[in-house]
C-alpha cells in the first residue's frame, strides 16, 4: 500500500466507488424485500437466511454467504445507519486497500464474526442466530482509523473527533458490551472487528488476494511442469541434448 495514495485518498467527499454503491444497492433491495415479505405477506424469509450454528436444525450451508446481508426487519432505523456508515466508509478504504482487499476484508469480517459468534454466544449466554452488516462495518470504522488516524470525524455530524478515537473507542465499546453480556450480538460484532484488524495487519505477501491468486497459477504450472520428463538421448557429448515427453 502506498501512504501517499491512503492519506490523499481519505475523506467523505469522496464519491462511492462501483463495488461500494452495488453493496449499499444490495443491502437496501435485500430489506425492502425482507420488509415486503416479513410484514406483509408473513414469509419468515430471514429465518432461511440468517446465521445458524452447523448444529442446528436450521441451519444451511447458503446462510455463510447471505447472513451478512439481512437486517433485523423490526429495526428500520438501524438499517438506515448502517447504510450510513457503509456509504461513509466504503470508498476511502477502498481507494487506500484497493478494491480486491477491500471485499477481502469485508467478508473476511463478515466470516470471522460468525465463526466467533458460534463460538462465544453459548459462553456468553446468547444462542440466537446471527445476521447482519455490523461487524463489517465495524471493522472498516477500525481500518479507517488505523489507515488516517488525524482525519476528523463529525460524530453525530455535530463534534469533531479524530478518527483514531472512533477507530478505538468502537473496539473499545464493542469489547464492554460483549463483557458486560449487554449485547446479545458482542461476540458477533468483537469478532468481525478482531478479524478485520487482523487481516490490514496482516502482511500483505500472505492475504493479499491478487498475489494468492498469482501463486495458484504458479502452482498449477508447476504441477504441469510435473508431467513432463527429461530423457537423456545418450547420443555422445556434443550431441547431448534432452527430449521432453
Given at each position: 500500500?502506498?501512504?501517499?495514495?491512503?492519506?490523499?485518498?481519505?475523506?467523505?467527499?469522496t464519491?462511492?466507488?462501483?463495488?461500494?454503491k452495488?453493496?449499499?444497492?444490495?443491502y437496501?433491495?435485500?430489506?425492502?424485500?425482507e420488509?415486503?415479505?416479513?410484514?406483509w405477506?408473513?414469509?419468515?424469509?430471514?429465518?432461511?437466511?440468517?446465521?445458524?450454528?452447523?448444529?442446528?436444525?436450521g441451519?444451511?450451508v447458503w446462510?455463510?454467504?447471505?447472513?451478512?446481508f439481512?437486517?433485523?426487519?423490526q429495526?428500520?432505523?438501524?438499517?438506515?445507519?448502517?447504510a450510513?456508515i457503509?456509504?461513509?466508509?466504503?470508498?476511502?478504504?477502498?481507494?487506500?486497500?484497493?478494491t480486491?482487499?477491500?471485499?477481502?476484508l469485508?467478508?473476511?469480517?463478515?466470516?470471522g464474526?460468525?465463526?466467533?459468534?458460534m463460538a462465544?454466544g453459548?459462553?456468553?449466554?446468547f444462542?440466537?442466530?446471527?445476521?447482519?452488516?455490523?461487524?463489517?462495518l465495524l471493522?472498516?470504522?477500525?481500518?479507517?482509523?488505523?489507515?488516517?488516524?488525524?482525519?476528523?470525524i463529525?460524530?453525530m455530524?455535530?463534534?469533531p473527533?479524530?478518527a483514531?478515537?472512533?477507530?478505538?473507542?468502537?473496539?473499545?465499546?464493542?469489547?464492554l458490551?460483549?463483557?458486560?453480556?449487554?449485547?446479545?450480538?458482542g461476540?458477533?460484532?468483537?469478532?468481525?472487528?478482531?478479524?478485520g484488524?487482523?487481516?490490514?495487519?496482516?502482511p500483505?505477501?500472505?492475504?493479499?488476494?491478487?498475489?494468492?491468486?498469482?501463486?495458484?497459477?504458479?502452482?498449477r504450472?508447476n504441477?504441469?511442469?510435473s508431467?513432463?520428463?527429461v530423457?537423456?538421448g545418450?547420443?555422445?557429448?556434443?550431441?547431448?541434448?534432452?527430449?521432453y515427453?
Amino acid at each position: 500500500m502506498n501512504p501517499d495514495r491512503m492519506r490523499s485518498s481519505f475523506g467523505f467527499g469522496t464519491r462511492l466507488t462501483k463495488i461500494g454503491k452495488r453493496l449499499l444497492i444490495l443491502y437496501t433491495v435485500v430489506y425492502v424485500a425482507e420488509l415486503l415479505l416479513e410484514h406483509w405477506l408473513h414469509i419468515p424469509v430471514v429465518a432461511f437466511l440468517q446465521l445458524y450454528p452447523p448444529t442446528a436444525d436450521g441451519f444451511h450451508v447458503w446462510q455463510i454467504v447471505t447472513h451478512p446481508f439481512i437486517h433485523n426487519p423490526q429495526a428500520p432505523l438501524g438499517f438506515l445507519i448502517n447504510a450510513l456508515i457503509l456509504y461513509f466508509f466504503a470508498a476511502p478504504i477502498e481507494f487506500a486497500l484497493g478494491t480486491g482487499r477491500f471485499l477481502a476484508l469485508f467478508y473476511l469480517s463478515a466470516i470471522g464474526a460468525a465463526l466467533a459468534g458460534m463460538a462465544l454466544g453459548g459462553v456468553a449466554g446468547f444462542n440466537a442466530p446471527f445476521m447482519g452488516m455490523l461487524p463489517s462495518l465495524l471493522a472498516l470504522i477500525v481500518v479507517f482509523g488505523l489507515l488516517n488516524p488525524e482525519a476528523s470525524i463529525l460524530l453525530m455530524f455535530i463534534l469533531p473527533v479524530k478518527a483514531k478515537y472512533i477507530s478505538y473507542g468502537t473496539a473499545g465499546i464493542t469489547l464492554l458490551t460483549f463483557l458486560a453480556k449487554a449485547n446479545p450480538y458482542g461476540a458477533y460484532h468483537l469478532g468481525g472487528i478482531l478479524c478485520g484488524w487482523a487481516y490490514f495487519k496482516a502482511p500483505g505477501t500472505y492475504l493479499d488476494p491478487q498475489l494468492l491468486y498469482l501463486k495458484y497459477l504458479q502452482w498449477r504450472l508447476n504441477r504441469r511442469k510435473s508431467r513432463f520428463t527429461v530423457i537423456d538421448g545418450k547420443k555422445g557429448k556434443d550431441d547431448d541434448k534432452p527430449t521432453y515427453h
